[in-house]
């Protein structure tokens, strides 16, 4: 396709539903929206849900988060969008979706959206475990940081003998 946004994959969720993932560069100087593939979605009766990473407010600078992907154009196709309200700290020990970064980001899809009963807040539903000091010598292979599923925490605070602490804001 000559499009800039190009579908990556195709699959299918655990109940049967179509998930197309689009790549998009956050440094394009288009903007994507959905128009067709939500009326050919919509005519077979199903519905379109896009998943965006955070805006932070309406100023569509570098600053103000990903605005390759216009909320406000896709909006009018679409059923749902998700925004991926996580990964905040990600390569330095630190909170994964601080309330006041996830307040910010909520303010701005209001802001950005006419109807923003569309908007879905995507939570983490993970933690990371973030080694920031050893006692003694640590050895060569010894793991950083590790990304924990939820149904992981109990075993992980067992094998480590350690009790769970929540970084300070």
């Not at 790549?23 to 929206?33: E, N, S, V």
């Not at 998700?82 to 899809?109: C, F, H, K, L, N």
């Not at 908007?119 to 539903?125: D, F, I, R, S």
């Amino acid at each position: 396709t000559d499009d800039p946004a190009t579908v990556v994959a195709i699959t299918l969720t655990a109940d049967g539903v179509p998930h197309y993932d689009f790549r998009m560069d956050g440094t394009a100087d288009w903007q994507w929206t959905p128009t067709e593939l939500a009326a050919a979605l919509h005519a077979d009766g199903r519905i379109l849900t896009v998943a965006v990473p955070p805006i932070y407010d309406t100023g569509r600078t570098r600053d103000s988060g990903y605005w390759v992907y216009d909320v406000a154009s896709i909006e009018a196709s679409v059923d749902t969008i998700r925004v991926m309200a996580y990964d905040y700290s990600t390569s330095t020990a630190g909170p994964i979706a601080p309330i006041e970064w996830t307040r910010t980001i909520v303010q701005a899809m209001k802001a950005a959206v006419d109807d923003d009963s569309k908007v879905v807040l995507g939570v983490p539903m993970y933690g990371r475990n973030w080694v920031t000091s050893t006692d003694g010598t640590c050895p060569p292979d010894a793991e950083g940081r590790a990304d924990v599923a939820l149904d992981e925490i109990d075993g992980l605070v067992d094998a480590l003998s350690n009790i769970p602490e929540s970084p300070e804001e």
